[in-house]
């Protein structure tokens, strides 16, 4: 199993935030992600909840907040700015740090099991033939190895679809909020891929 890991951290100026979480559901603003997290994919779940809880469902009070609190004479469109690239985007971008990494693994994983099982159950290698030869079940044991490991990566590839198209709704419904009420000529989504490629 791969030991790959990253640190996925929510921004500080969203921790110091004060925001209420529904009672019962502690946050989780800190998480490493490995393939087995993406495997069980339970704290990297409660993890990207936090992190969506804290910015775009609550996204028009962070706004006010952001505009209203900050009593300077400059437009409300870079008081905005402030609060995106301060906090949205950063928060959007580790999001899209845990989505990637698992979407990587599930592509090695795809790779390491076509290799292992390659030519299937009539073609396996002369290893396992000789296997089944020592031990009836071996060939039973492979099989039950194989579907355990494939259903594995189609699990993992399935979050990962799962969390980009949560992902995609998310954002499209924020850039239009930021568009009501910050400027409505900014082409949210388009800066946030620069703002991506500036932050690598």
């Given at each position: 199993?791969?030991?790959?890991?990253i640190?996925?951290?929510?921004?500080?100026?969203?921790?110091?935030?004060?925001?209420?979480?529904?009672?019962?559901?502690?946050?989780?603003?800190?998480?490493?992600?490995?393939?087995?997290?993406?495997?069980?994919?339970?704290?990297?779940?409660?993890?990207?909840?936090?992190?969506?809880?804290?910015?775009?469902?609550?996204?028009?009070?962070?706004?006010?907040?952001?505009?209203?609190?900050?009593?300077?004479?400059?437009?409300?469109?870079?008081?905005?700015?402030?609060?995106?690239?301060?906090?949205?985007?950063?928060?959007?971008?580790?999001?899209?740090k845990?989505?990637?990494?698992?979407?990587?693994?599930?592509?090695?994983?795809?790779?390491?099991l076509?290799?292992?099982?390659?030519?299937?159950?009539?073609?396996?290698?002369?290893?396992?033939?000789?296997a089944?030869?020592?031990?009836?079940?071996?060939?039973?044991?492979?099989?039950?190895?194989?579907?355990?490991?494939?259903?594995q990566?189609?699990?993992?590839?399935?979050?990962?679809?799962?969390?980009?198209?949560?992902?995609?709704?998310?954002r499209?419904?924020?850039e239009?909020?930021?568009?009501?009420?910050?400027?409505?000529?900014?082409?949210?989504?388009?800066?946030?891929?620069?703002?991506?490629?500036?932050?690598?």
């Amino acid at each position: 199993m791969s030991d790959e890991s990253i640190v996925a951290r929510a921004p500080q100026v969203f921790l110091e935030s004060n925001l209420n979480f529904p009672t019962g559901n502690r946050a989780v603003t800190e998480v490493t992600v490995t393939r087995a997290r993406c495997i069980d994919p339970t704290l990297l779940d409660s993890f990207l909840r936090t992190m969506r809880h804290g910015s775009d469902d609550v996204l028009k009070q962070k706004i006010n907040n952001a505009t209203k609190t900050d009593s300077s004479r400059r437009p409300i469109s870079e008081k905005c700015g402030d609060f995106i690239r301060g906090e949205l985007y950063p928060n959007w971008q580790e999001r899209s740090k845990v989505i990637s990494f698992c979407q990587q693994q599930a592509v090695q994983m795809k790779q390491e099991l076509d290799t292992k099982f390659a030519g299937g159950s009539d073609g396996d290698s002369d290893k396992a033939q000789v296997a089944t030869r020592i031990d009836p079940y071996a060939e039973r044991d492979r099989k039950l190895e194989r579907e355990s490991r494939y259903k594995q990566w189609r699990d993992v590839a399935s979050w990962v679809e799962n969390n980009l198209q949560i992902e995609s709704i998310l954002r499209a419904t924020s850039e239009s909020t930021l568009q009501e009420k910050c400027n409505a000529n900014q082409q949210y989504l388009e800066e946030f891929k620069k703002f991506l490629a500036d932050h690598q």
